[in-house]
């Protein structure tokens, strides 16, 4: 891969079309946002382009939760770091993108709920947030390889905080955590307590921050939404068909036998997402 330089689309804009890239140049663009974002004072460029690859390799090739989606909420969350200049302090900004990078890794295209009802391997390991913490464990997994530690040149200290805070953004992208997550900001600002030097009400903006990123599909054009919304049913299809294999009903949004749940389902997420 050439020598970083900025992007040379508008990849700062919240309504950038991921699909106008293929998988490598994503890697290209994603190598781009992490400089653009961050410089290299402080990181190896080769560990930042090897790190990259591999992250796009273990990403499976499944409808929705694949690269293109990494790619996709990580490009989300650059242009709301570009745009809110100050809020979040650099180590944050740096959980925070890598941590959407990341969120998805070695997704198999089930959610947490199957991973328990099917007593797989995972959810013996983690009872809860099966995926997410599976997610986390993987890019610690990555970032172990020879080469692959673009957190090198940070001291101990940060080291170990900006891990600390990538599992953090990681879990927070468990819709089940985020209802919590969005009652307690909602009464935080409500009786006027919000305060930025509260290292609590700092996660809690980074959790949300997350699961904006991690949905930004349902704020995108049309012709972005329709294409996102058609690998999502896909892969909620092929859950349906793997529960109905196994004898269970699915829910009637992952059950093909019943297109017409897709366009109530949609208006829902944006009301309220989906667990």
Known sequence: ???????????????????????????????????????????????????????????????????AHGFSVANSMFSIIKHSKTIFKPNECLALYIGSLCHDLDHRGKNNKFMLDTESPLASIYSTSTMEHHHFN???????????????????????????????????????????????????????????????????????TM??????????????QVKTVKVIFEEFYEQGDAEKAAGRNPIPMMDRDQPDQQAASQVCTIDVPPA
């Open 138 to 208: 993987q890019t610690i997994t990555i970032l172990q390889q020879e080469g692959h530690n673009i957190f090198s040149k940070l001291s101990s200290e940060e080291y170990k905080q900006v891990l600390s805070n990538i599992k953090h953004c990681i879990l927070a992208t468990d819709l089940a955590l985020f209802f919590p997550n969005k009652a307690r900001l909602a009464k935080i600002v409500e009786d006027d307590q919000f305060s930025w030097t509260n290292p609590e009400h700092r996660l809690l903006l980074e959790a949300i």
């Open 1 to 67: 891969m050439d020598s970083v330089g900025s992007p040379s689309l508008d990849v700062a804009s919240y309504y950038f079309n991921i699909y106008s890239l293929d998988d490598m140049k994503k890697v290209r663009y994603a190598v781009s946002m992490f400089s653009e974002l961050f410089g290299m004072s402080r990181f190896d460029q080769d560990s930042i382009i090897r790190f990259t690859l591999t992250v796009r390799k273990n990403y499976r090739r499944v409808p929705y939760h694949n690269w």
């Open 211 to 224: 699961t904006a990123s991690d949905l930004s599909a349902s704020a995108k054009p049309w012709e972005l």
